[in-house]
Nanobody, 123 residues
């Protein structure tokens, strides 16, 4: 019923920028908090950023503060992750997630997930 589809991943040089998009299906996007997570090979899934349903509040992992910006356009059913000053350590599969009731850093609390998009940052 509810589907999330990430796009915008790719290969970028260290110091470069990339913008990820997450498009949501259905008519409930505006009621859901949205988050971005990432997972590198052999590593746990880590929180990156989240935004409330209205876009009024955001939270970020310490590792991306000042470099990444999460935003949303509810008219387009889309959440974005603008990534600047990228580092090789940012290399991972990036996942979009949504929750009507949860807003935070715990991946276990987000019931809806996209398929992920690969981001690779070269040195």
């Amino acid at each position: 019923q509810v589907q999330l589809v990430e796009s915008g991943g790719g290969l970028v040089q260290a110091g470069g920028s990339l913008r990820l998009s997450c498009a949501a299906s259905g008519r409930t996007f505006g009621t859901r908090n949205m988050g971005w997570f990432r997972q590198a090979p052999g590593k746990e899934r880590d929180f990156v950023a989240a935004v409330t349903n209205s876009g009024g509040s955001t939270i970020y992992a310490d590792s991306v503060k000042g470099r990444f910006t999460i935003s949303r356009d509810n008219a387009k059913n889309t959440v974005y992750l603008q990534m600047n000053s990228l580092k090789p350590e940012d290399t991972a599969v990036y996942y979009c997630a949504g929750s009507q009731f949860y807003f935070g850093r715990s991946y276990q609390s987000y019931p809806v997930w996209g398929q992920g998009t690969q981001v690779t940052v070269s040195s």
